[in-house]
C-alpha cells in the first residue's frame, strides 16, 4: 500500500513540528505549503535527513504552490499569523481571514477529497471560514483547539494529584479561548470524577478552579513566556491525534470544533464538542447532557463564537 500523503499549509512553528512528528510516527510523506517556500523546503530536507538517524522513510517536499498538494488524504492547515503579546487571538481575525480564504481555494482545486484539520487562530471562526470557502462536505473539515485545551487540563490535573496524566481524562469544550468549558465532573483520574476526588480529600474546590483558570488561559500563559509567537509543541502533537485517528480509522472521542447541526441547540457555525473521528472523518457527535451551570457556561462561549462570526460578516472580507 502506497504511503499517505499529507499536506501542511504553512511551515512555521507548527507545521514544522507537525512534519517531524509525522516523519517518527511514520503517518505518511508530507508536502509543507508556504508563501516562503524555501522555509517549507528546508524544513522538509532538515526533518527528512533525521530519517535514518531515527529510522522513517517519509518523504518531505517543501512548495509555494498548491498544486503539489494535489491527492493528500489530510491537509492540516496552519498558515497565518501567530499571536503576540497583548494580542488577543480575535486580533487576528481580519489578517487570518484573508489566508484561509486562499488556502480553501487551494484545498478546493487540489485536494477535495483531503480530511482538513484546521489550527490557525481565532480557530472557531477559521475553521468556519475553511468550510465555508473550500465548500468540502463538514465532517471533514474539523478545528484543533479541544485536544489541546483538555491535554492543558489534564496535565495540570496530573500534577496537582501527583499521578500519571495517562491516567487523567479530561473534558474541555465550547469555543477555544477564554470561554471555553472545562467539565470538571466529566474529567476523572482512572474513571473516578474531580468532584468525587474533591469528596476524598484529593483535592479542594478553589486548587480545581485555579486550574480551570489557568487551562483557560493556557495559550496566553506561553504566550507571554516566548515573547515571540505561540505554543506549538502540544498544538502539533494534539492535531497529529486527530489526523492519526482519521488515517488509521482509529474512531478515538476527542473534543473538535465540528459544525453543529442542531446538536445542543446550536446551528450553523463551528464549536469544540466530543466527536468521534475516524475514516469518514467527524462519524458522529456526542451530546451530553448539562447541568443548568454547564448549559450556561457552554451557551456563553458559544455566543462569544457567534459574535466574532458576526464581526467577520460584518467587515466583508
Ligand atoms: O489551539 C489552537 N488552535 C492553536 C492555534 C494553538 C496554538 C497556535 N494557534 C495558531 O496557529 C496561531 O495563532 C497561528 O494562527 C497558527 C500557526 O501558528 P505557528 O506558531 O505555526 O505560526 P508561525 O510560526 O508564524 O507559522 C505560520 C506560517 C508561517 O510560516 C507563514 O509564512 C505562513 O504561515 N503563512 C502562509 N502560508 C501559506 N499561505 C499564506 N497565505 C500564508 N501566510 C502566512
Not at 480553501?104 to 477559521?126: H, R, S, W
Request: glycine share 12%.
Amino acid at each position: 500500500m502506497a504511503r499517505k500523503k499529507i499536506a501542511l499549509i504553512g511551515a512555521g512553528n507548527i507545521g514544522g513540528t507537525l512534519a517531524h512528528l509525522i516523519g517518527l510516527k511514520e503517518l505518511g510523506d508530507v508536502v509543507m505549503f508556504d508563501v516562503f517556500p524555501g522555509v517549507a523546503a528546508g524544513k522538509a530536507l532538515d526533518i527528512m535527513q533525521s530519517g535514518p538517524v531515527d529510522g522513517f522513510d517519509s518523504a518531505m517536499s517543501g512548495t509555494g504552490d498548491y498544486a503539489a498538494i494535489a491527492g493528500a488524504d489530510v491537509v492540516i492547515v496552519t498558515a497565518g499569523f501567530p499571536r503576540m503579546p497583548g494580542m488577543s487571538r480575535d486580533d487576528l481575525l481580519t489578517k487570518n481571514a484573508g489566508v484561509i480564504g486562499q488556502v480553501a481555494e487551494g484545498i478546493k482545486q487540489y485536494a477535495p477529497d483531503a480530511f482538513v484539520i484546521c489550527i490557525t487562530n481565532p480557530l472557531d471562526v477559521m475553521v468556519w471560514v475553511l468550510q465555508q470557502r473550500s465548500g468540502l462536505p463538514a465532517e471533514k473539515v474539523v478545528g484543533m483547539a479541544g485536544v489541546l485545551d483538555s491535554s492543558r487540563f489534564r496535565l495540570f490535573l496530573a500534577q496537582e494529584f501527583g499521578v500519571s496524566v495517562e491516567d487523567v481524562t479530561a473534558f474541555v469544550l465550547g469555543g477555544h479561548g477564554d470561554t471555553m468549558v472545562p467539565l470538571t465532573r466529566y474529567s476523572t483520574v482512572a474513571g473516578v470524577p474531580v468532584p468525587d476526588l474533591i469528596k476524598m480529600g484529593w483535592t479542594t474546590q478553589e486548587k480545581i478552579d485555579a486550574i480551570v483558570a489557568r487551562t483557560a488561559n493556557g495559550g496566553g500563559e506561553i504566550v507571554k513566556l516566548l515573547e515571540r509567537g505561540s505554543a506549538f509543541y502540544a498544538p502539533a502533537a494534539s492535531a497529529i491525534a486527530m489526523a492519526e485517528s482519521y488515517l488509521l480509522d482509529k474512531k478515538r472521542v476527542l473534543p473538535c470544533a465540528v459544525l453543529l447541526n442542531g446538536e445542543y441547540g446550536q446551528n450553523d457555525f463551528y464549536v469544540g464538542v466530543p466527536v468521534v473521528i475516524g475514516a469518514g472523518g467527524v462519524e458522529k457527535i456526542m451530546e451530553v447532557e448539562f447541568t443548568a451551570e454547564e448549559k450556561a457556561a457552554f451557551d456563553k462561549s458559544c455566543d462569544a463564537v457567534k459574535k466574532l462570526i458576526a464581526d467577520f460578516k460584518a467587515l466583508g472580507v
